[in-house]
């Protein structure tokens, strides 16, 4: 369930970041294209927060 927040939130914000970058360097605005590197990178965020979770072996205590 958290991964799918994650990617949700990724769609939202990329495309408005698409949308505001859009129209401060005045270009059009490219839902598709918007959407699709929003939703990789939103992959990505989501697997880097599941590969460097730290296992009891690393953890370190005082």
Known sequence: MRYLVVVFWAFILGNVAAYIGG???????????????????????????LVARPTKKQTVTK
């Open 23 to 49: 129209a401060l360097n005045g270009a059009s605005y490219n839902f598709a294209q918007a959407t699709i590197v929003s939703l990789i990178t939103g992959c990505i965020i989501a697997a880097i927060g």
